[in-house]
């Protein structure tokens, strides 16, 4: 079993940074493909930025690419989302995902096995 634990979520202005991390239990974190997503509310949930066990792939959505970047560090079990250029409509429950070990990384929510409760991410104009 993970547990998956974020932070780092708040209330920013429009232009501003925030860096999301995500905090893994277990022993296959390494052998594991990442993923962030998020829900605004009334809107379905969304693919943020999915990262390969090594950390050697990564993939983001069209509406974050260039200014999102995921990383991870697998000797502190810890994956990252570091945000640029915030937007409003960056507003949403930010959600932290693992895959179970050794299955090919993916960007639809229903390959993931493992979620994290959310942290809220809030965007000022």
């Known amino acids: 079993q993970v547990q998956l634990v974020e932070s780092g979520g708040g209330l920013v202005q429009a232009g501003g940074s925030l860096r999301l991390s995500c905090a893994a239990s277990g022993r296959t974190f390494s052998r594991s493909a990442m993923g962030w997503f998020r829900q605004a509310p009334g809107k379905e949930r969304e693919f943020v930025a999915a990262?390969?066990?090594?950390?050697?792939?990564?993939y983001y959505g069209d509406s974050v690419k260039g200014r999102f970047t995921i990383s991870r560090d697998n000797a502190e079990n810890t994956v990252y989302l570091q945000m640029h250029s915030l937007k409003p409509e960056d507003t949403a429950v930010y959600y932290c995902?693992?895959?179970?070990?050794?299955?090919?990384?993916?960007?639809?929510?229903?390959?993931?096995?493992?979620w994290g409760q959310g942290t809220q991410v809030t965007v000022s104009s």
């Open positions: 995902a693992a895959e179970s070990p050794y299955k090919v990384v993916a960007t639809s929510s229903t390959e993931y096995d493992y």
């Open positions: 990262i390969t066990g090594s950390g050697g792939r990564t």
